[in-house]
């Protein structure tokens, strides 16, 4: 089993920053090697959307069109880790933000993909 906790989401005015962080544990996490952290964003009334993904060992990272140059994904093996730095916050990237867990070592966007997720932190952009 494993199990993703996501952390520090907030409230922030629209150019500021926010990091989150998705913290993997369990069995799993000392066993498969080979694996993709996905982020979704989820706001009410909409589609969860797929705002990122990185394989376990960089060798791929995907960003919505709508988050490119404004957030960097990335992660700490040895912590177990994944990190969604956000800059340049817009009032449209408001909505609750899901880290996921894959065993395979492909970035997708598709949430069915994925095979743990975290609870969620909220994010709202305003001013």
């Known amino acids: 089993q494993l199990q993703l906790v996501e952390s520090g989401g907030g409230l922030v005015q629209p150019g500021g920053s926010l990091r989150l962080s998705c913290k993997a544990s369990?069995?799993?996490?000392?066993?498969?090697?080979?694996?993709?952290i996905g982020w979704f964003r989820q706001v009410p009334g909409r589609e969860r959307e797929s705002v990122s993904c990185?394989?376990?060992?960089?060798?791929?990272?995907t960003y919505a069109d709508s988050v490119k140059g404004r957030l960097t994904t990335s992660t700490d093996g040895a912590l177990k880790t994944a990190y969604l730095q956000m800059n340049s916050l817009k009032p449209e990237d408001t909505g609750v933000y899901y880290c996921?867990?894959?065993?395979?070592?492909?970035?997708?966007?598709?949430?069915?993909?994925?095979?743990?997720w975290g609870p969620g932190t909220r994010v709202t952009i305003s001013s």
């Open positions: 369990g069995f799993i996490v000392y066993t498969v090697d080979n694996y993709a």
């Open positions: 990185i394989t376990s060992r960089g060798s791929s990272i």
């Open positions: 996921a867990w894959a065993r395979q070592l492909i970035c997708s966007d598709s949430g069915s993909d994925y095979n743990y």
